[in-house]
């Protein structure tokens, strides 16, 4: 048995590296017979293989050593490459299609749940015919680019109508500021389409062709969010959209100020607009501009209810036949005038004077806004006193007297509405006062105060029976034998106002009629009537602030530039651009 004296590892395999580093340090003409093992060849005899020992080799090495690979191991790298290489070439073309499958199956949901409405956005004229898709698009010579930057708002279908308006004009002023093509998907709201009350948005750039899904899109508030080229937002994201606002759009010691202000038990003439948020207003009111364009439909609605109210037909007064509003006597189809009997003319001017009567003519109108109690809204946010509550009548009483006391007296101190416009009616003038409100016992409190029996009061006229009479199985506004039993409680939303109601139980077509309706009466007192007397804590209360515009909400100023208070005026909150009114306070 051969000795171990010279390697206490002995009992290692002779060609394991072990064995190979021990016998480095034995001399060779040792006494004790070594153990060999006869090297591994790695290729042709005489090779120096891989585990080849160079020290017990008598042939002299190169100094770069060689290397080998098996044939089986070699067989098997390539079937690997091979492999690899397929993956790279099929696996994306199949992830590709499924993708492209995905937006196929949410492009035919959307059209579906659309039922026919166009989109809230429309190429110019000559770019019509160009469909969504990747890329830019080329017709004539002429090339249409593609949307770099996309910011997606989402419509939802759970809240109210200006509550989710006023979000997506938050996102509008973001998209504006940060550059971004603003595009709205509003297949799932609960109002309708943005085109069923309003012409649709005109951009410039071609949207992806999957410009509605949010799968590759960037959610807004995650980290770095700006610097993405496709993000989308939501009424989910009202927190991160506040943030934005405050952090990059408001003075700080401004907002300060604002905080530290104390009113009484109603907003002063005047706090409507706090001069902080003036500048964000403009940007609200640009975006609005772009947003807010009544269509064919709607705008006939307002031109007959400011007819019904007296607040002019949308024409200049004292001019016969004016093409503004559409007379009789124009021509149609043709070029040529055609004669017109005396007597007709003379009767259609009677008519016209009739419908559109001087301010001489008739007292002041003045809208409000009734939205009734609501204890929850903390009004202390705004400085009123924590005795009052939000919707309290009392406070709306006061402010309606403040809006008839300046329509009828002028005076430095306290003038008209409008140095432009003066609108100062006879005090002895009856004025009319037009509730807006979807709520039948709240109207009947309000008429129930003695002290406004010297006014008129009127609500805004509903939809027209011929034209309700179509949901009769839902509204059940007659009986007839064919009358099925009901099928939710709809019936109850034109006496009673209820969210979960309108989103559960009301049709499509009927929620559209019903929302052209509100949505004329919110542009006729916002714009056209003499006051409106709103409540700012209310979604509905902003929105109609930043309808009547910087004169609207402002009004004269006095010479240290602060605002007298315009024509809509609130009584309990001022116009804050966050959902969230304390959310301008961080």
Request: hydrophobic share 35%; glycine share 10%; charged share 25%.
């Amino acid at each position: 048995m051969a000795s171990t004296a010279a390697d206490r590892r002995g009992h290692v395999r002779g060609e394991s590296i072990a064995q190979k580093r021990a016998g480095r340090g034995v001399s060779t003409t040792s006494a004790s017979p070594q153990h060999t093992t006869p090297a591994r060849s790695g290729g042709a005899a005489g090779g120096s293989g891989l585990f080849d020992d160079p020290s017990s080799s008598g042939a002299r090495t190169s100094p770069g050593t060689s290397f080998a690979i098996p044939p089986r191991l070699a067989y098997r790298l390539l079937a690997g490459c091979v492999a690899a290489l397929v993956v790279l070439q099929v696996v994306p073309a199949l992830f590709s299609s499924s993708a492209q499958k995905t937006i196929t199956a949410q492009a035919r949901h959307r059209k579906a749940l659309m039922a026919g409405a166009g989109e809230s956005w429309i190429l110019p004229r000559k770019w019509r015919g160009i469909e969504p898709g990747d890329g830019p698009a080329t017709l004539n010579g002429e090339t249409l680019p593609d949307c770099k930057r996309v910011l997606l708002y989402r419509f939802e279908g759970t809240h109210g109508f200006s509550s989710e308006l006023m979000h997506y004009l938050r996102a509008g002023v973001i998209a504006q500021k940060l550059g971004y093509t603003l595009l709205a998907d509003d297949s799932g709201w609960n109002y309708g389409a943005l085109s069923d009350y309003f012409l649709p948005r005109l951009i410039h750039c071609r949207p992806p062709a999957d410009w509605f899904s949010t799968d590759l899109a960037t959610r807004l508030g995650t980290r770095r969010w700006q610097g993405k080229d496709r993000v989308w937002v939501s009424r989910e994201m009202e927190r991160e959209m506040d943030q934005w606002i405050r952090d990059e759009m408001l003075d700080p010691s401004m907002v300060d100020e604002l905080r530290s202000r104390q009113h009484g038990r109603i907003l002063p003439e005047g706090e409507t607009l706090p001069l902080a948020f003036e500048d964000v207003f403009a940007d609200f009111a640009s975006t609005l501009k772009e947003v807010w364009r009544p269509n064919a439909q709607l705008a006939l609605l307002v031109r007959q209810q400011r007819l019904e109210l007296g607040l002019g037909g949308g024409a200049l007064r004292h001019r016969k036949n004016s093409p503004t509003f559409g007379g009789r006597n124009r021509n149609i189809g043709g070029g040529g005038s055609r004669a017109v009997d005396s007597q007709q003319q003379d009767d259609e001017d009677a008519e016209w004077e009739m419908n559109v009567a001087e301010r001489s003519d008739r007292g002041p109108v003045v809208g409000v806004h009734l939205v009734g109690r609501r204890p929850r809204t903390d009004l202390s946010v705004f400085g009123i006193s924590n005795a009052v509550v939000a919707g309290d009548l009392e406070v709306v009483y006061e402010g309606a007297a403040n809006a008839l006391r300046r329509l009828t007296h002028s005076s430095i101190t306290s003038p008209g509405y409008s140095r432009s416009r003066p609108n100062i009616f006879p005090p002895t003038a009856t004025p009319t006062l037009v509730a807006l409100t979807n709520n039948e016992t709240l109207f009947s409190v309000f008429t129930s105060k003695s002290s406004l029996s010297e006014y008129n009061i009127v609500r805004t006229s509903p939809p027209p029976f011929d034209e309700l009479r179509q949901f009769n199985e839902i509204l059940r506004l007659e009986v007839t034998p064919d009358l099925q039993p009901p099928k939710g409680n709809a019936n109850k939303l034109l006496r009673e106002w209820d969210q979960q109601i309108w989103n559960e139980d009301v049709p499509r077509k009927l929620k559209v009629l019903l929302t052209r309706y509100f949505v004329r009466d919110l542009i006729v007192m916002a714009q056209h009537a003499d006051a409106f007397v709103v409540s700012g804590a209310s979604p509905t209360g902003r929105l109609a602030i930043l309808l009547s515009g910087e004169d609207g909400a402002i009004g004269p100023r006095d010479l240290n530039g602060g605002s007298f208070g315009g024509r809509v005026r609130s009584v309990d909150g001022w116009w804050s651009p966050t959902a969230r009114a304390g959310s301008v306070f961080g």
